[in-house]
């Protein structure tokens, strides 16, 4: 069954003619007690095809444990964006990115293919004037509409510093870290596992909770 409908589908599609490079969407399964791998799969093959510029590669959790390592992969379904030289830039999904996350999903595939939003310069100076190891996650639910903005933003910062790698974690089929991080309202980003926001922040709540880091 199609995940996307034929509308969603040519929107889509419109909106990847924009891209500028490749992207390839590196995609993590696993074969027992994962219930969301066989729907992710499924989605992530159908968005495939919507782009020449866009290559899906399949593994698996536990039999590509050297790819998962490399791409700091833990647990599945995982989704991760490789630019047009196949580098892992720090964005990642975990979870399927449906729903409101569609959003999001687009926006990390557009600003992987080097095709996003350019930000003012002095904030483009402090984020890459960050010189510690940055972890965000960012809790979502697939009916939140407040949430991918909040996704897009930790992905920003990944592609902007090396340092810092940004989540997407869908709340309720990883409800066992939801719980860890008392996740009771979403979009919850969680920096370092440590400093959290709640909403949908703007990037300078993000820089300033960085920013509190040792």
Known sequence: MSLLNEEVSGQLNEVFEGMGSDVTIALFTKEENCETCGDTKSFMEEVSTLSDQLNLEIYDLDS????????????APAIVLLNA?????????????????INSFVTGIMEVSGAGEDLPEDVLEQI?????????????????????GAVAKAHKLALLNDRISGEMIEA?????????FDVSGVPKIVIND?????????LDKFLEEIGKIN
């Open 64 to 75: 590509d444990s050297e790819k998962a390592e490399a791409y700091k992969v833990d647990k």
């Open 128 to 148: 890459k004037g960050i010189d510690k190891d940055v972890d965000i996650k960012v809790f979502v639910t697939l009916s939140c509409p407040h949430c991918p």
């Open 172 to 180: 309720q089929t990883f409800s066992e870290l939801s719980q860890k």
């Open 85 to 101: 030289d196949k580098k892992y830039q720090g964005v990642k999904f975990y979870g399927i990115p449906a729903g409101h996350e």
């Open 194 to 202: 440590e400093f959290e926001l709640v909403g949908n922040q703007p």
